[in-house]
């Protein structure tokens, strides 16, 4: 090999592990956050693919020299970046999930707010539970285990993969998983509070002449409020346990396509 296909050898694999990369941080939480501009991203998958490089290259990996089927292979690598992000984003779809149904039942459904890390409609409570799972995981160096799961990608998903992105019982069970534990999330709140609608349901069948639902808004809003409190201590342990869920689910969607 001479030395100018020693440097397009090179540059292609290059290019190749950096369009995984860039594919996972579109869509993964606090990479992907609306607020990092485009050029910080670029430039952190761009840092990153340097520091992987030796560790990917070490192992000889097939690079097409033609330009079509090139071309075909790094479409191929930003899929599977992509696919890496949609799993890792399904912690994120699960607090805002729950945030969703703290809000219906506490009345903060039309109050929606922007999500300022990915600049979309969502509950308040969903945005409150993103940030503070967010600071949680940045503050324990959760991240790390993120970008060492998607270097884990290459020992089950070589570059140029041949099968499809895992099966569809996988994703239709991932789906399932995200909603039932998006409930389990929320249930602290919202069962409490569906049990006190009990409650003043039974006190206005019981004393019809009073006026219960001028007063049971803000109500349940404090009470609302008073449960979120006294469950925050117990917040951090629930991010952890979703976290290494979500760890699993990445193993298991790289052992599916490995299959």
Known sequence: MGLTDLLQWNLSLFLLILSRWAGMIMLAPVFG??????FVRLGLAASITVIVYPMISAAKPSIPIELLPYIAVVI??????????????TMTSILQGAGQLIDF?????????????????SPMMGNFQMVLATMLL??????????????????????????????????????ANVFALAIQLAMPVFGALLVSDVGVGLLSRTVPQL?????????????????????????????????????????????????
């Open 105 to 121: 039942q506490m009345g903060f459904t039309m109050g929606a707010a922007i999500d300022p890390v990915y600049g979309i409609q």
């Open 33 to 38: 956050a609306r607020g990092v501009p485009g």
């Open 138 to 175: 940045l503050a324990t160096n959760s991240h790390h285990y993120l970008i060492a799961a998607m270097l884990k990608s290459y020992a089950y998903i070589p570059i140029n993969p041949s099968n499809p992105p895992g099966n569809f019982s996988f994703y239709a069970q991932l789906m």
């Open 211 to 259: 006026n219960i639902f001028s007063i049971v808004f803000p109500v349940k809003i404090i009470f609302g409020f008073i449960i979120l409190f006294l469950a925050i201590p117990f917040f951090g342990e629930s991010i952890m346990h979703l976290f290494n869920t979500n760890m699993a689910w990445i193993l298991e969607l790289y052992q599916g396509w490995k299959q």
């Open 76 to 89: 191929k690598e930003v899929l599977v970046g992509l696919v890496i992000g949609f799993v890792i984003y």
